[in-house]
């Protein structure tokens, strides 16, 4: 029987990623947490980022979206949201932190148009911002 070793990464030749599992926040209390803590603006997105308490869900990196009715109508928000989900996909298993809470919430029109490469890179700039 073969050894199931991970795939290494395309970004990082030999090394390997370690894909940690995202949880996503569907409670209002936990959006409202988070809207209490740090804010990172970039051009086409606000995170919100904190770190849980002692008391709650230690473990799993936990994440939310959210687009307001000014981003568009539903088709709008829904795309928006679409583009937000695929970056945290791609970033936070390996950037983010165990124990904390993400929110990313769409702005109108750079959501939905900015350069798909340059939001993974906001959200990266972004994460180092908010850990620090």
Known sequence: MAS???PPSAASPGAFC???PLVTLTQRKDFLSAARAARVPTPA???Q???RDEGEEP???????TCS?????????????R????????????EGKDGWDYVLI??????ATRDFQAMQADLSKALEKAHR
């Open 83 to 94: 583009r937000l989900r695929e970056i945290a996909r791609a970033i936070l298993p390996a």
């Open 18 to 20: 370690v894909k940690r």
């Open 59 to 65: 473990g799993a990196i936990r994440v939310g979206f």
């Open 69 to 81: 009715k000014k981003v568009g109508n539903a088709v709008a928000r829904n795309r928006a949201k």
């Open 45 to 47: 997105f606000l995170l």
């Open 49 to 51: 980022a904190r770190r």
């Open 4 to 6: 199931q070793t991970p």
């Open 106 to 111: 769409g702005r109108k029109d750079a959501t």
